[in-house]
């Protein structure tokens, strides 16, 4: 069966530190990738998504960038985090059949930058 | 592009009451309409999904509607519990991106 890992779950950054979270998926060949914020409030932000190794499309002009450098490998990255940055990070995955399908969540990393 | 809207953000519920989240979606050609429920401090996870070839579909207390003509779908809750209680997103693709509706806020009272 499939699985995602994100972590970490909880993370404390001071401003103008850099950032890396991990996303990997298990059990499946060419996810589609993707990379949420919840911001405060409730709605769904994309701010990247991957349909294969090296390639990102960008949704947001952010102070964040996104790496695929493995199949089953997303990377969410800052070079210098902004207190704007703080939300619930949210990774997910996607059968990259090309036809209509759902994504799988998961568990989020709760960043706090102080 | 594709844009979905959701209502109400917000909705209150007495336990056994039935719970209706109602979206709408621009795009005639998305054929897949997936619901998700996220509970407090964790990912969101589907609970049900409908594709453009079918009218309605349910599991248990859950069910959703699609009216293609009028391009919206809804979620119906039947027989609240406590646990009901989350905040619901509805979505609409036509292949690869979901787009998610702004989520509603569901509170089902004991």
């Known amino acids: 069966s499939q699985t995602i890992h994100q972590w970490p779950a909880t993370l404390v950054q001071p401003v103008g530190s850099p950032l890396s979270l991990e996303c990997t998926v298990e059990?499946?060949?060419?996810?589609?990738l993707y990379w949420y914020r919840q911001a405060a409030g409730r709605g769904l932000q994309l701010l990247f998504y991957?349909?294969?190794?090296?390639?990102i499309s960008s949704e947001v002009p952010q102070n964040l960038s996104a790496s695929r450098p493995q199949d089953r490998q997303f990377i969410l990255s800052s070079k210098k985090l902004l207190l704007s940055d703080s939300g619930f990070y949210l990774c997910?995955?996607?059968?990259?059949?090309?036809?209509?399908?759902?994504?799988?969540f998961g568990s989020g990393t709760r960043l706090t930058v102080v | 592009g594709e844009n979905v809207e959701q209502h109400p953000s917000t909705l209150s519920v007495q336990e056994g009451d039935s719970a209706v989240i109602k979206c709408t979606y621009s795009?005639?050609?998305?054929?897949?309409f997936p619901w998700y429920k996220q509970e407090l401090g964790k990912g969101p996870q589907l609970i049900i999904d409908?594709?453009?070839?079918?009218g309605e579909k349910k599991d248990q207390r859950i069910a959703v509607t699609l009216n293609k003509t009028a391009k919206h779908f809804s979620l119906h809750i039947t027989e609240t519990q406590p646990e009901d209680s989350a905040v619901y997103f509805c979505?609409?693709?036509?292949?690869?991106?979901?787009?998610f509706g702004q989520g509603t806020e569901l509170s089902v009272k004991p």
């Open positions: 991957s349909v294969g190794i090296g390639q």
């Open positions: 979505a609409a693709s036509r292949g690869g991106k979901l787009i």
């Open positions: 997910a995955w996607q059968h990259g059949t090309g036809g209509a399908d759902g994504y799988t």
């Open positions: 409908i594709r453009s070839n079918v």
């Open positions: 795009d005639s050609a998305s054929n897949y």
């Open positions: 059990g499946t060949s060419n996810p589609n």
